[in-house]
């Protein structure tokens, strides 16, 4: 396989990680460049030309191996191999905490992202690829195989690109957004058509109250999908994943045992909310994932605040409490690909619940989760980022209060800055 790498940046050193695989060669202009492989995964390339800041330069990157089979996708990841049931392939990536670098060569950590990526997958005729953005084309090679050329013209997170193949079948819908026209693109299985067709309505549900909360879709540009998939579901950039059955709750269960999770579908709701808090809005270290996953869980009783009433969604959130643990802080430790507690989840989500109950003004509230969007758009960022921008905004939030309920009292997981 073939990478195009833009870099743009100064360094005449480029590093890339590439996990269990083989960088046969890397090229500039056609010109070899010395690769030093070091450890098993870290591949070092020395640039020859001089690169002046913001020119853009291409690298191409020849690489081969055999994929890591997802053990547990999304959470252990990397390709899943399944079968759609009719004896046809059915093959997704996933890739976050493991970093991408388990299925591609990339500049492996998340502070940093391209502003634009090109996705090209060949496939047997029989079957579609569908990864992240726009599709600018096909092309039938004429031996049974044809190219996928997908573009992204956004920043994105390299957790964020995937791939998924299946004997797909399209439908599409338009969605009439903050910023405009939004293109839908749905890609299920054709045995799920029908079912796909009443369960995706969701999707516009979903998109007109997260942008009445969080502001405009950040990815106009990129069009919004929902693409089926052998696992549960991810957050993948503008091709949001989904493998949760058709079925409302999270395979079925409320995770609020209120019932009001029951209303409506986990992953197209929570998978979708990312796109805001986790894709526009990125961590630069999984320590701090709380900024994903807190905001993410706080928006799945937003989503049931718009459709069914206020009191609807902080019964929803108050039920999520149950789930909560108390063992280890929600932020985990920098520098070493270290995320926090799964309370990042249900007790995240309660404190920005609470923050609101002392902001004490919804439509302040709602301007502050807006702004978030607005002035980190497009941004990865450290949690402290997030907290200095609510203790500002809101003025009535102090930094001991997010202490204590991001870490846990006295204790010496007692980590935030
Ligand atoms: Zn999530």
Same mark, same amino acid.
């Given at each position: 396989?073939? &990478?195009?790498?833009?870099?743009c ?5 480029c ?13 500039q202009?056609?010109?070899?460049l ?11 390339v ?8 913001g020119?853009?330069q291409?690298v191409?990157v ?12 999304p959470?252990?990841g ?10 046809q392939?059915?093959?997704a990536t ?5 970093g991408a ?21 060949? @496939?047997?005729t029989?079957?579609t690829?569908v990864?992240n953005?726009?599709?600018?084309? @096909?092309r ?11 573009f992204?013209a956004n ?10 193949i ?7 819908d ?9 293109t839908?693109?749905?890609y299920v ?13 969701q ?15 950040p990815?106009?540009e ?7 998939v052998?696992y549960?579901?991810m ?6 994943t ?5 079925m409302?709750?999270?395979?079925g ?9 029951l ?7 929570h ?7 986790a ?5 630069r ?19 049931t605040?718009f ?18 643990e108390?063992?280890?802080p929600?932020v985990g430790?920098? /520098? ?6 799964g309370?990042m989840y ?12 002392? @902001? ?5 509230? *709602? &301007? ?9 758009y497009?941004?990865?960022v450290? /949690?402290s ?8 905004? &809101? ?21 935030? *800055?």
């Open positions: 396989m073939k &990478s195009i790498i833009r870099c940046f100064p360094a005449r050193l590093k890339l990680t590439f996990k269990h695989r083989f960088v046969s060669n890397v090229e202009d056609g010109q070899a010395a690769v030093t492989q070091q450890g098993r995964n870290a591949y070092f020395e640039l020859k030309k001089e690169q002046s800041k020119s853009q291409s191409t020849w690489y081969s191996g055999i994929p890591r089979e997802a053990k547990n996708a959470w252990d990397g390709f899943s191999w399944k079968d759609d049931g009719n004896g392939p059915f093959i996933s890739c976050q905490g493991l670098s388990v299925w591609w060569p990339c500049k492996d950590h998340a502070y940093d992202e391209p502003d634009s990526q090109a996705i090209s997958v060949t @496939v047997p029989t079957l690829n990864s953005g726009r599709l600018r084309g @096909v039938d090679h004429g031996d049974g195989t044809h190219t996928f050329d997908w992204v920043p994105i997170n390299n957790y964020g690109v995937n791939v998924n299946a004997p797909y079948t399209h439908f599409a338009t969605f009439q957004g903050e910023k405009g026209l939004l839908l693109d749905f299985l054709p045995q799920n058509l029908e079912k796909a067709k009443v369960q995706f309505q999707a516009k549900l979903t998109i007109r109250a997260f942008e009445h909360w969080f502001g405009p879709y990815f106009y990129d069009g919004y999908k929902l693409v089926e052998p549960l579901g957050e993948h950039q503008s091709s949001v989904y493998g949760n059955r058709y409302n709750g999270y395979l269960r409320d995770l609020s045992g209120t019932g009001w999770g209303k409506w579908d986990f992953i197209i709701i998978e979708s909310g990312h796109e805001w808090f894709n526009n809005i990125t961590y270290d999984i320590a701090d994932m709380w900024v994903h996953e807190s905001f993410t869980n706080y928006s799945e009783g937003l989503y605040e459709h069914f009433g206020k009191e609807a969604g902080a019964e929803y959130i108050r039920g999520t409490r149950a789930g909560i108390n063992r280890q929600i430790i920098y /520098g070493v690909n270290s995320k926090g507690s309370d249900p007790k995240g989500g309660n404190m920005l619940h609470t923050i609101r109950q002392i @902001v004490d003004d919804d439509e302040k509230w *709602r &301007s502050i989760l807006r702004g978030l969007n607005r002035d980190f497009h941004q990865t450290y /949690g980022q997030i907290e200095a921008y609510i203790i500002r905004q &809101s003025g009535k939030i102090w930094k001991r209060f997010l202490n204590s309920t991001c870490a846990i009292p006295k204790s010496r997981f007692w980590s935030i *800055r």
